[in-house]
Every structure is written in C-alpha cells, then in structure tokens.
C-alpha cells in the first residue's frame, strides 16, 4: 500500500465519519436558544447556523480550547 492509498483511506474513513456526525446532528433536537454553561441568550446568527447549538460563542470557544488542552496533554 502505497502513500497515495493510505491517504484515500484516510479520507473515506474522515467522510464517513463526518456523514455519520451529520446524520447524528440532523435528529437532534432544536437547541433552547439559553447556553447550557453560563445560561444566557445564545446568539440568534449562532442559533440560524446552527439550530442545535447548547452554547453560546463565547462559552464553545472556551470548551473548545479546554478540550484542546486536554489533548494535548493525554487527559
């Protein structure tokens, strides 16, 4: 198996797993429009991009970065 079919497999895996996230996200319920971490309003743009958003902007960069770390350092 050459680079250039790891890398095909690698990208079939990624779309198959994106298509399967979709698919997840698609039966989820529309969001309460009140972040599930600070409990204010969830932006309105945030909410027409994405109807199922739990958290604000501000509160999902944070979560975003704490997983970052969290990667990073193996826990």
């Known amino acids: 198996m050459d680079e250039a079919d790891v890398a095909n497999d690698r990208a079939e895996q990624f779309i198959a797993e994106a298509l399967k996230a979709a698919r997840l996200k698609k039966n989820e319920a529309p969001s309460t429009g009140v972040c599930r971490s600070c409990e204010e309003l969830i932006e309105a743009e945030r909410l027409r991009i994405n109807p199922t ?23």
């Open 53 to 75: 958003a739990r958290l604000c902007a501000e509160c999902a960069a944070e979560d975003e970065a704490s997983r970052k770390r969290a990667h990073r350092v193996g826990g």
